[in-house]
């Protein structure tokens, strides 16, 4: 399984499927397409039925189909088959044999180097085999390890009948990156219990509580006149921007939160004297303070317009996805059994929330539960970016021991 699991997941990663925020196409780029396409197929070389492409979502979904006569539900695995908005043209992935600790040396050309005293992670993989980048592109193990490893699961079900299992439902999708792939996702046709995006980082992961989000738009429209005349008249609006941006809690940001902290954060602005526009994204974990945080944007609002009564400023929020928790709590098996599969293969579990958003926490608000599992990779959506593939055929042992647990449940 060791040279078919590397061997896939360096095929799938040579693959550019960069989605694309801009673009309106399902999916935002044409080589998504091709690759659920090619999934397709691979799917069906390994036994898979029911399988199928929808043009409206742009995904493929598949069976593998149970070998027992007991009533088991089917279980459901599910990863994205693009890549971050960073270089994925020409990925030429390297292989580090049992990684000794040291300095790994990606592009001689630049002197571009994975250095463990900048990424300490790396210490915690003296003696894996590691597949890293050249320096010069992402590696795309964010989603490809999750394809690899539960297309290699599926493989190993297939080929020992021993093991008994339910059905098995899997589908890769597009455009997760650009946080629209599982808006169309069809849960009726999935039609599973509980099921799992595999889509986490280092080995243990278990993520079933995710960020509330929203996108928050600032528009404000100034007066200008000459500046040589301005005084009483002009209202800069490039100015009040920077005032909107003062009166939110300066300690609520990015870079001076993590856990459970949420925050506020500009992604961008463009700016005259006449008109502004401030792009934010605001996340809290705690759905009180997540609406305290939406509120705040709105009295800023208002306390500016009484200081500047002759300014216009619009903020316009929308919800972007919510805390899982909220519904996973609800329901533990999905948490429970990864869990138990984990205890049984000597693996700790590691909870913890994820400070950011999955295709699960959409799809688990659409009526299936559905949790982040761990793929072995690391410094996702860059350079530095690199996977075990020792503990990526842990990840695919974890999602085998699932399957086998299930079915006996």
Same mark, same amino acid.
């Given at each position: 399984?060791?040279?078919?699991?590397?061997?896939?997941?360096?095929?799938?990663?040579?693959?550019?499927?960069?989605?694309?925020?801009?673009?309106?196409?399902i999916?935002?780029?044409?080589?998504?397409?091709?690759?659920?396409?090619?999934? *397709?197929?691979?799917?069906?070389?390994?036994?898979?039925?029911?399988?199928?492409?929808?043009?409206?979502?742009?995904?493929?979904?598949?069976?593998?189909?149970?070998?027992? %006569?007991?009533?088991?539900?089917?279980?459901?695995?599910?990863a994205?088959?693009?890549?971050?908005?960073?270089?994925?043209?020409?990925?030429?992935?390297?292989?580090?044999?049992?990684?000794?600790?040291?300095?790994?040396?990606?592009?001689?050309?630049?002197?571009?180097?994975?250095?463990?005293?900048?990424?300490?992670?790396?210490?915690?993989?003296?003696?894996?085999?590691?597949?890293?980048?050249?320096?010069?592109?992402?590696?795309?193990?964010?989603?490809?390890?999750?394809?690899?490893?539960?297309?290699?699961?599926?493989?190993?079900?297939?080929?020992?009948?021993?093991?008994?299992?339910?059905?098995?439902?899997?589908?890769?999708?597009?455009?997760?990156?650009?946080?629209?792939g599982?808006?169309?996702?069809?849960?009726?046709?999935?039609?599973?219990?509980?099921?799992?995006?595999?889509?986490?980082?280092?080995?243990?992961?278990?993520?079933?509580?995710?960020?509330?989000?929203?996108?928050?738009?600032?528009?404000?429209?100034?007066?200008?006149?000459?500046?040589?005349?301005?005084?009483? *008249?002009?209202?800069?609006?490039?100015?009040?921007a920077?005032?909107?941006?003062?009166?939110?809690?300066?300690?609520?940001?990015p870079?001076?939160?993590?856990?459970?902290?949420?925050?506020?954060?500009?992604?961008?602005?463009?700016?005259?004297?006449e008109?502004?526009?401030?792009?934010?994204?605001?996340?809290?974990?705690?759905?009180?303070?997540?609406?305290?945080?939406?509120?705040?944007?709105?009295?800023?609002?208002?306390?500016?317009?009484?200081?500047?009564?002759?300014?216009?400023?619009?903020?316009?929020?929308?919800?972007?996805?919510?805390?899982?928790?909220?519904?996973?709590?609800?329901?533990?098996?999905?948490? %429970?059994l990864?869990?138990?599969?984990?205890?049984?293969?000597?693996i700790?579990?590691?909870?913890?929330?994820?400070?950011?958003?999955?295709?699960g926490?959409?799809?688990?608000?659409?009526?299936?539960?559905?949790?982040?599992?761990?793929?072995?990779?690391?410094?996702?959506?860059?350079?530095?970016?690199?996977?075990?593939?020792?503990?990526?055929?842990?990840?695919?042992?974890?999602?085998?021991?699932?399957?086998?647990?299930?079915?006996?449940?």
């Amino acid at each position: 399984m060791r040279k078919d699991y590397i061997d896939r997941f360096i095929r799938y990663a040579q693959i550019n499927t960069r989605s694309d925020s801009n673009s309106t196409t399902i999916p935002s780029t044409p080589a998504q397409w091709d690759f659920v396409v090619m999934l *397709k197929k691979e799917l069906e070389e390994i036994g898979c039925v029911d399988v199928f492409t929808n043009p409206d979502n742009g995904f493929v979904m598949g069976t593998l189909k149970g070998n027992t %006569d007991k009533q088991v539900s089917p279980i459901g695995f599910i990863a994205h088959v693009d890549t971050a908005d960073f270089n994925a043209e020409n990925i030429q992935p390297k292989i580090i044999e049992n990684y000794d600790g040291g300095i790994i040396m990606l592009d001689p050309s630049t002197h571009t180097t994975l250095d463990p005293v900048v990424f300490p992670n790396l210490k915690n993989y003296v003696g894996h085999t590691l597949i890293t980048t050249d320096g010069t592109t992402l590696l795309g193990a964010d989603d490809k390890a999750g394809i690899t490893a539960i297309i290699e699961a599926l493989r190993f079900l297939a080929s020992h009948p021993e093991i008994i299992h339910g059905d098995v439902r899997v589908a890769f999708g597009p455009d997760e990156e650009i946080g629209v792939g599982a808006n169309r996702f069809d849960v009726k046709a999935f039609n599973t219990d509980f099921a799992y995006t595999v889509d986490g980082s280092y080995k243990g992961q278990i993520e079933y509580e995710c960020f509330n989000a929203a996108a928050a738009t600032i528009i404000i429209t100034g007066i200008s006149v000459h500046p040589g005349t301005a005084k009483d *008249k002009m209202i800069n609006a490039f100015k009040l921007a920077m005032e909107f941006d003062a009166h939110l809690p300066q300690d609520e940001v990015p870079e001076k939160t993590s856990g459970r902290e949420g925050f506020f954060l500009c992604t961008s602005m463009t700016s005259t004297i006449e008109d502004a526009t401030m792009h934010y994204i605001i996340r809290d974990h705690d759905k009180e303070k997540f609406l305290a945080k939406k509120a705040k944007m709105l009295e800023i609002k208002e306390l500016l317009l009484s200081k500047y009564p002759k300014a216009k400023i619009e903020v316009v929020i929308k919800d972007s996805y919510y805390n899982m928790a909220d519904k996973i709590k609800e329901d533990m098996r999905s948490v %429970d059994l990864a869990k138990e599969a984990m205890h049984a293969l000597n693996i700790t579990p590691i909870i913890e929330p994820i400070r950011g958003g999955t295709d699960g926490s959409k799809i688990t608000f659409m009526g299936i539960n559905t949790p982040n599992l761990f793929t072995g990779g690391e410094n996702f959506h860059g350079k530095y970016e690199f996977l075990s593939v020792d503990d990526g055929l842990e990840c695919v042992q974890t999602i085998v021991k699932m399957i086998e647990l299930h079915a006996t449940k």
